[in-house]
């Protein structure tokens, strides 16, 4: 697993993001670049403090497994639900989305603490990688980046 505190990693990352373009089309899942972008960056800054709104009773009900779930080592399979406040259906533009994404994981690899999940409460910084690195690198095989 990478982790985006450790500056190579970090510019691995990033270089992998640049590989992304407005035409870039995912091998599964109807999202286009930009708005993969905009909910890698929603996912991203809950992890980074920011509150969830309407969080369904369901989701909370499940915590405990959704949390364990995005830190355990296991991969996330191709087409997985997506949390209803993290779905991203209108149409960006892509350079804006980009540029908002990596203003936010700058945030992110600012913040060297834990921070607080609406959901998940304290997460460690090991835990706020686990979690972001493997979102994202799903979504960047998703890409084929």
């Known amino acids: 697993m990478i982790n ?23 091998k599964w899942g109807k999202m286009s670049a930009a708005q993969m972008l ?7 800054d ?11 009773f ?5 915590k405990g497994f959704i949390k364990r779930s995005v830190l355990n080592d296991k991969p996330y399979p191709q087409n997985s639900p997506t949390a209803p406040q993290y779905l991203v259906t209108e149409e960006l533009d892509f ?3 980009k540029e908002d994404f990596l203003a936010s994981l700058t945030r992110f690899i600012e913040n060297t603490g834990s921070a607080e999940h609406t959901l998940f409460g304290t ?23």
Do not use: W
């Open 123 to 145: 997460l460690s910084q090991q835990e706020r990688n686990k979690a972001i690195a493997k979102h994202h690198l799903h979504h960047l095989e998703q890409f084929g980046v």
């Open 58 to 62: 369901f989701i909370k009900l499940f």
């Open 38 to 44: 905009k909910h890698c960056m929603e996912v991203q």
């Open 4 to 26: 985006l505190f450790d500056p190579k990693d970090y510019a691995n990352f990033v270089d992998r993001i640049h590989q992304l373009s407005a035409d870039s089309q995912p």
């Open 95 to 97: 350079t804006k989305a």
């Open 46 to 56: 809950a992890c980074n403090g920011k509150p969830l709104q309407n969080v369904s």
